[in-house]
């Protein structure tokens, strides 16, 4: 029996040999690597030799090997039948983190469409009438943009964080891929044991190295409007506007008319006004409290996180059982 050496050091990852062959894998420096024992088949042999004369660096040998099959086999099987084990991402990928809130409060104020920017308004008579006006401006204003303003965090936060943990993207760094990448070769290493033992090639389904754990469609939910238990969440680490209407000042206005005429100046004393004003400091607080009352929504999204990431984990268990108990058939 023989076995396919490389030597790393000489690849300089030119890619030739893993198109020709099952048994080469490419890391991701495109450095070549052999899958699991590097067996080859008896009646490979020649095969493989073409491949190695097409390397340009002499990275590629063959070495004979004496095997105990037997043996092998059932070390095969044993190994075939490990519990898969995995690392998930750690939670920093997918945890809302205080520093995050402070950056998502710069982002919403910078963001929010309330332009109240300090002008005067309106002239009222009393001052609880201009306190009134100015609060129901607040509250009609910018108060009601809170939860659509919420929202937009999470939806960052999902964009940027938790796409790459608990969403399916064929890119280098995302956990679901890398999870299926690491399986698929574990699977052509054990196919390929598997033929050179028995010198029999393994007649496959077509879709035996597709995994099916991809699915997205919670997260599509969720980036269009956060579900309704996030929601709820901010809506409970929400104040109510009440709480914010020391945004809103009042003040007094003229109070006096002075009037020059040949005998001096007088005064006349006016009708008391008053306008309300809405400053642009507590308006940023209320942006921060709004950031604040999001980031605490985002725990539920990192408990879903968590959640989605169990599932995935039980369902791929559940799809590799599948293909090992075929190819143990196969033994
Ligand atoms: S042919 Fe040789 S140099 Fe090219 S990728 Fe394969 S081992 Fe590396």
């Keep these: 029996m023989y ?15 893993a198109l020709e062959s099952n048994v080469l894998h490419e890391d991701s420096a495109g450095i070549v690597e052999v899958i699991g024992e590097g067996i080859i088949a008896d009646a490979d042999v020649e095969k493989i030799k073409n491949v190695i004369g097409l390397c340009p660096t002499e990275a590629l040998s063959l070495i004979e090997d004496s095997i ?9 099987k044993k190994k075939m039948q490990e519990p898969l084990t995995f690392t998930p991402p750690s939670k920093d990928n997918y945890e809302f983190s205080l520093e995050d ?8 104020t910078r963001s929010s469409s309330a332009s109240v920017d300090g002008d005067w308004e309106y002239n009222y008579k009393s001052y609880e009438s201009a306190k009134s006006a100015g609060e129901r ?3 009609d204003e910018i ?9 937009q965090v999470i ?19 995302n956990y679901k891929y890398g999870v299926h990448q690491r399986l698929i070769k574990k699977l052509r290493a054990f196919v390929n044991e598997i033929e050179s033992y028995t010198g029999k090639k393994i007649s496959l389904p077509s879709n035996f190295y597709n995994f099916y754990t991809k699915d997205t469609e919670y997260i599509d939910n969720l980036q269009d409007h956060a579900n309704k238990w996030v929601a709820e969440g901010f809506k409970e680490n929400m104040k109510p506007a009440s709480e914010f209407y020391t945004c809103v000042k009042t003040d007094k206005t003229d109070d006096y008319v002075k009037v020059s005429h040949w005998f001096g100046d007088d005064e006349y004393k006016t009708v008391k006004k008053y306008a309300y004003y809405i400053n642009k400091e507590s308006i940023g607080r209320f942006y921060r409290y709004v950031a604040r009352a999001a980031w605490y929504a985002g725990k539920y999204t990192s ?11 039980k369902e791929i268990t559940e799809e590799w059982k599948n293909k090992i108990s075929y190819l143990l058939q196969k033994v």
């Design 303 to 313: 408990k879903f996180c968590e959640r989605e990431l169990e599932r995935f984990h």
């Design 101 to 108: 809130k402070d950056q998502y409060a710069e982002e919403l």
């Design 155 to 173: 939806v960052m936060y999902e964009q940027r964080k938790m796409n790459k943990v608990a969403r399916y993207a064929e890119t280098s760094g």
């Design 68 to 76: 105990d099959v037997a043996a092998r086999i059932a070390e095969l």
């Design 137 to 139: 401006a607040f509250r």
């Design 3 to 17: 076995k396919l050496k490389v030597q790393r050091n000489k690849c300089n990852a030119c890619g030739m040999c």
């Design 143 to 151: 108060y009601s943009q809170a939860d659509a303003l919420g929202q």
